[in-house]
């Protein structure tokens, strides 16, 4: 069954780093690259960050430059998201997803974010 389990989440006050995680499987799962995606109370899922996973090459939101890094471990289909300065508006449900070569995405549950001021 091909899916995708985030992890790492948690409660940080304002100012303080934290670890994304993000697995996919099966294994033998072809992926084009994987995202990192957050939804806020009240508020529409917005991107945050992506990576290729051919070529390694990354994109991120705006605001999440330069405090945000995406990584990944291709033995592992794993993809990581360190967060860095986090503010109270950030905090959400941080969702991660894999592509598939032909284009499907499938997404994980989520891991809750909370920032506190």
């Known amino acids: 069954q091909e899916q995708v389990v985030e992890s790492g989440g948690g409660l940080v006050e304002a100012g303080g780093s934290l670890r994304l995680s993000c697995v996919a499987s099966?294994?033998?799962?072809?992926?084009?690259?994987m995202a990192w995606s957050r939804q806020a109370p009240g508020k529409e899922r917005e991107f945050v960050a992506r990576?290729?996973?051919?070529?390694?090459?990354?994109n991120y939101a705006d605001d999440v430059k330069g405090r945000f890094t995406i990584s990944k471990d291709n033995a592992k289909n794993t993809v990581f998201l360190d967060m860095k300065r986090l503010t109270p508006e950030e905090t959400a449900i941080y969702y991660c997803?894999?592509?598939?070569?032909?284009?499907?995405?499938?997404w994980g549950q989520g891991t809750q974010v909370t920032v506190s001021s």
């Open positions: 099966p294994r033998s799962l072809s992926i084009a690259d």
């Open positions: 997803y894999a592509k598939h070569l032909i284009g499907r995405k499938i």
């Open positions: 990576i290729n996973w051919i070529s390694g090459s990354t």
